[in-house]
């Protein structure tokens, strides 16, 4: 009987796909190569693309990246067509075939949405296809945006159960600091906890050309992480990375999941990634804690602070005292009504007339919360 097929994400940064204003074919070319030999060791790939805009920005004779909205738009949609018949082309030179799938933050925040993106992934993937994903910088504006190609990429492996997300990137991992500020910056090969420390590590590597930061890709592997999938974050450089990751070696800085994870609802992965947090709760340590070691929901006795313009049935994130966010979650009540019933208990909120309807409910409760890894 044949092994179950396992499922790559990959994810390139513009600056990894883009020099001196032009496309890296040659990269590409190598990318299909490696497409060709993880299908025959029983891989499905599936490739989150950077680079529209920096494709686009030349060719309509920016010599930077264009900082109003309606040229960043249209350097997208001119790179948007040469990336995808380039990597047409060289996909079709292995004999496979790609797809272009392109998304913004409106096509997943709903939970329709959602599962219908993650059929049509599963579907292209099921026929041999290689889904090529990107943002939709022709027609996303601020409010509807991802941001950043690694929190898609996370969204993405989340949609299609992926065993291993990789980021090709301009570093070639995680250090202790910054490498190209700190002379003394230590290497770090595999994470197993994403802390305050970590992210504190992660100091921000945007490029010219690009919108990310390590910052960022720490960020999604820790859903990642919390979603029981292993991610690293590696360089775009090294020699055949995804066969060789493949194989199980040792490539950049690889992010371990707890093991024996119980297996997260698909609901609570649309809370994570689906739609962007539209305010911030920040609760006491006795409420962190509850959430974090007893899977409770969220009170409003241990909420401290209330932050952000939102409605009930909004996604929250949800802080300790230092900032830190431990979870993310559905608001059970708008934000007016959840700052007056801070620090108080069910039964005072109970004889306050205002507040009477979040009298037998929580603020967030624990199945619209997801607590972080």
Not at 311 to 317: F, H
Request: glycine share 8%; hydrophobic share 45%.
């Amino acid at each position: 009987m044949m092994n179950e097929r396992k499922t790559m994400v990959v994810k390139i940064g513009s600056s990894t796909l883009v020099e001196a204003g032009e496309l890296r074919r040659d990269f590409i070319a190598a990318l299909a190569a490696q497409a060709c030999d993880l299908r025959d060791a029983g891989w499905d790939l599936v490739v989150v693309s950077s680079g529209a805009i920096a494709c686009g920005a030349p060719l309509l004779g920016f010599d930077k990246r264009p900082t109003d909205m309606p040229s960043l738009q249209a350097c997208a949609s001119v790179g948007q067509c040469v990336l995808s018949a380039v990597y047409d082309e060289e996909f079709r030179a292995v004999d496979m075939l790609t797809s272009l799938v392109l998304l913004t933050r409106s096509d997943t925040a709903r939970r329709s949405s959602y599962l219908h993106a993650r059929d049509a992934l599963t579907r292209l993937l099921d026929l041999g296809v290689v889904p090529v994903v990107n943002e939709n910088d022709t027609t996303a504006v601020d409010e509807i945006k991802f941001g950043d190609n690694d929190t898609l990429a996370a969204l993405v492996s989340c949609l299609v159960s992926a065993d291993l997300c990789v980021t090709l990137s301009d570093i070639d991992g995680l250090y202790t600091a910054n490498p190209s500020l700190d002379p003394n910056a230590e290497f770090i090969p595999r994470v197993d906890k994403i802390d305050a420390a970590i992210i504190g590590s992660a100091g921000d590597s945007t490029t010219s050309v690009g919108t990310g930061g390590m910052i960022t890709k720490i960020r999604s592997c820790r859903i990642l992480m919390t979603a029981g999938i292993e991610s690293v974050i590696c360089s775009g450089a090294e020699e055949r990375p995804l066969v060789r990751l493949a194989m199980g070696e040792q490539v950049g800085t690889r992010f371990v999941p707890p093991a024996g994870r119980l297996e997260i609802a698909p609901r609570k992965l649309w809370i994570a990634l689906g739609d962007s947090a539209h305010g911030t709760v920040t609760v006491d340590a006795g409420a962190a804690r509850a959430l974090v070691d007893g899977g409770g929901s969220l009170l409003p006795v241990g909420i401290k602070a209330v932050d952000g313009d939102f409605s009930a049935g909004d996604i929250l994130d949800v802080r300790d005292a230092d900032g830190f966010v431990l979870a993310r979650g559905i608001a059970e009540a708008d934000r007016d009504v959840l700052e007056l019933a801070a620090g108080r208990r069910q039964e005072d909120i109970a004889g306050n007339r205002l507040l009477v309807a979040l009298a037998d409910k929580p603020a967030i409760h624990r199945d619209n919360l997801i607590v972080f890894a």
